[in-house]
Each structure stands twice: as structure tokens, then as C-alpha cells.
């Protein structure tokens, strides 16, 4: 069965920082890969997505995520963050061989401070 | 965005009833649904997808008798957790996806908070 590792459980940086969070998947075959935010007391929301084509995408609220085939890995980055973007951030995968079903990350919770 | 909405939000159970939750597509129409699991900290489980008119599929390790799926509508799917115990307590959470069955995102329910006392 496939899974999906993100790197850090907690991540906490200061406002104008730089973030990365790291996400690894294990799966041999063609994936649609995500990041989902959950901002306290909300939904998921995606942030991002890859199907196919330039594996630099470009998501919403200045998050970028770059899809690595060789390394198995879908990491997210923003340049600067803001206090806003504190929240926890899910990535996910899904097997095109597994209809929509998704894998999750266990989740990274990310704080800002002002 | 499409929206999917869940209800209740929040329930507060004695052990040993049922409850029952809701998942709605608001905009759209879903002949697929699926119901994950978030425990406190942890990530979200995929317990079951949800077939309009047909039988729900269970994950491995998902008692079906326990957490009983029915997809009457196209816009409507909801899981019944029967004899509720402590251990059940739980985020529950639904998503249905847009449009044909591959390559669209999915949309999320905003959780319901199940505490069995």
C-alpha cells in the first residue's frame, strides 16, 4: 500500500520567514499529488495541485510546490510567510490505478508569529 | 469552489446509541463520496467510499457493520455510527469530487466532532 510522509510534525518561524515542508511518497506507478491546508476551525482547502506537465506548480496564496519523480517528493514552499498562514498542512496522493481515493500525510502544523 | 457541507458539525453521544451524519453536495452532483477519520493530531484515515445506489466499500480494518454507509442521492451520503463508544470518538470528515470520476480535486465537508460518553 502506497504512503505518504511529511517530514516535520511541528514547524514554527516568524513572520516574512521562508517555509518549506517536506512530503515523500511511496508508489511506484503515476500519482496525482495535493497540499491541503487546514486553517483552525476550518475545512480542508486545496492549496495546490499536480496532474502532469511542469513539475513546478504554482498554488494559491503565493504557495509553490515542486514535484521531484525521481525522489518521490511534492514539497511546498512559500517565500514569505505571514501570520495568516498559520494552520496545518496536509499533503496527499492518489494512484491514478485508485480512482479518487487519497493517501495523507500525517499533517505538519505550522505557527507564525507576528 | 463547489461546496460540501456536513451536519452536524458536532454531537455528543451516550455509549451504546447511533448517530448519525450527514454529507451534503450542494452545487453539484457526486455519484462518489468518501468519509475519513482524523484522530487528535494525527492525519485523516480514509475509512470508506460511498456508491450512489450501490454498496459502500470499505477500507481495510473499517468494521462495515459498525460504520454503516448510504448513499440515497446523488447529493447525499451519510454514515451511521452504530453503538457508539468512547473509542469512536472522532473528526469524521466527507469529500465529494466535481465532475467526471478522475483528475478533479475533491471538496471537503467541514467535519463533524463525534464525543461518545
Known amino acids: 500500500a502506497q504512503s505518504v510522509s511529511q517530514h516535520n510534525h511541528h514547524v514554527i518561524l516568524s513572520e516574512a520567514a521562508s517555509l518549506e515542508l517536506g512530503c515523500n511518497y511511496s508508489y511506484g506507478g503515476t500519482v496525482n499529488l495535493f497540499w491541503y491546508v487546514q486553517y483552525p476551525g476550518q475545512h480542508l482547502q486545496l492549496l495546490l495541485k499536480y496532474f502532469s506537465g511542469d513539475p513546478l506548480v504554482k498554488g494559491i496564496k503565493g504557495f509553490e510546490a515542486e514535484f521531484i519523480k525521481s525522489k518521490f517528493s511534492f514539497n511546498l514552499r512559500k517565500p514569505s510567510v505571514q501570520w495568516s498562514d498559520t494552520a496545518e498542512y496536509f499533503c496527499a496522493v492518489r494512484p491514478k490505478a485508485a480512482g479518487n481515493k487519497l493517501t495523507f500525510g500525517g499533517g505538519t502544523r505550522v505557527l507564525v508569529k507576528p | 469552489g463547489a461546496v460540501v457541507s456536513q451536519h452536524p458539525s458536532w454531537v455528543i453521544c451516550k455509549s451504546g446509541t447511533s448517530v448519525k451524519i450527514e454529507c451534503r453536495s450542494l452545487?453539484?452532483?457526486?455519484?462518489?463520496m468518501f468519509w475519513y477519520r482524523q484522530f487528535p493530531k494525527q492525519s485523516l484515515m480514509l475509512m470508506a467510499t460511498s456508491n450512489e445506489g450501490s454498496k459502500a466499500t470499505y477500507e481495510q480494518g473499517v468494521e462495515k457493520d459498525k460504520f454503516l454507509i448510504n448513499h440515497a442521492s446523488l447529493t447525499l451520503s451519510t454514515l451511521t455510527v452504530t453503538s457508539a463508544h468512547p473509542e469512536d470518538s472522532s473528526f469524521y470528515i466527507c469529500?465529494?469530487?466535481?465532475?467526471?470520476?478522475?483528475?478533479?480535486?475533491?471538496?471537503f465537508g467541514q467535519g463533524t466532532r463525534l464525543t461518545v460518553v
Open positions: 469529500s465529494a469530487n466535481r465532475g467526471l470520476e478522475r483528475d478533479t480535486e475533491a471538496f
Open positions: 452545487d453539484f452532483q457526486a455519484t462518489t
